[in-house]
């Protein structure tokens, strides 16, 4: 089952507004990921947040992560057309920090952001 | 530049009939993974390796094989396909440590296969 689930699934504003996108998960994890895809090519990593830190910002984007509520949200902020495009977010369990199983890697179902000119 | 590249990029095939999609990175990544991507289901992990000879299953290997022979190249083998293996594949690398400007724990997606199985 996945262990990151987004909402909402799919999000439509104008330029200029902010997205907010939600992320939870059910273990205790490592790491929190988000990533990106424009129609259907390869991911590309937006910001990592480590269990131990509770928001980080990369320009434009502002990613916050409730570790009691098992929970993650990433904002866009001024959001422009080029925006358009899937968000997932990634989780690194906890449980597999540092063992053999460091290489899993869980992916929710990911939010559809368009964003109207 | 740093990239992961697969191929082929697009492949129609027959039940049955093996195929390799390869991927390879040049990053010096210790981590590679491989993700199928089907409508409504996200990203799913078939393996990951985290190192030459080391592999581990992911959430949904069945009907796949990997091998993991040299740092830069981790093939993805379906021995039998099934038209239920028809998905968008990908792979990617990582690495847990900062290097070169990269961000520790960082994965880099290759373009993606398409893969359809008659």
């Known amino acids: 089952s996945q262990q990151g689930e987004e909402d909402p699934q799919a999000l439509s504003i104008q330029e200029g507004e902010n997205a907010t996108m939600n992320c939870s998960y059910k273990?205790?994890?490592?790491?929190l990921q988000w990533y990106r895809q424009n129609s259907g090519r390869g991911l590309v990593h937006l910001i990592l947040?480590?269990?131990?830190?509770r928001e980080k910002h990369s320009g434009r984007l502002r990613v916050t992560l409730d570790t009691s509520k098992k929970s993650s949200s990433l904002l866009i902020t001024a959001s422009r057309a080029a925006d358009t495009a899937s968000y997932f977010c990634?989780?690194?369990?906890?449980?597999?920090?540092?063992?053999?199983?460091?290489?899993?890697?869980?992916f929710g179902q990911g939010t559809i952001l368009t964003v109207h000119p | 530049e740093a990239q992961v590249t697969q191929n082929p990029r697009y492949l129609i095939t027959v039940t049955g009939k093996k195929l390799t999609v390869t991927c390879s990175q040049n990053?010096?990544?210790?981590?590679m993974s491989w993700y199928r991507q089907d409508p409504g289901l996200g990203l799913r992990q078939i393996y990951y390796?985290?190192?030459?000879?080391?592999?581990d299953k992911g959430d949904v290997p069945e009907g796949y094989k990997v091998s993991r022979k040299e740092k830069r190249n981790f093939p993805l083998i379906l021995e039998s396909p099934s038209p239920n293996q028809t998905s968008l594949y990908f792979c990617?690398?990582?690495?847990?440590?900062?290097?070169?400007?990269?961000?520790?724990?960082?994965?880099?997606f290759g373009p993606g296969t398409r893969l359809t199985v008659l």
């Open positions: 990053m010096n990544h210790e981590y």
């Open positions: 947040i480590r269990s131990n830190e």
């Open positions: 990634a989780t690194r369990d906890e449980a597999n920090a540092g063992g053999t199983s460091y290489g899993k890697l869980t």
């Open positions: 390796s985290m190192n030459v000879e080391v592999t």
């Open positions: 990617a690398s990582s690495s847990p440590f900062m290097s070169a400007g990269l961000a520790a724990d960082e994965q880099f």
């Open positions: 273990t205790s994890i490592n790491n």
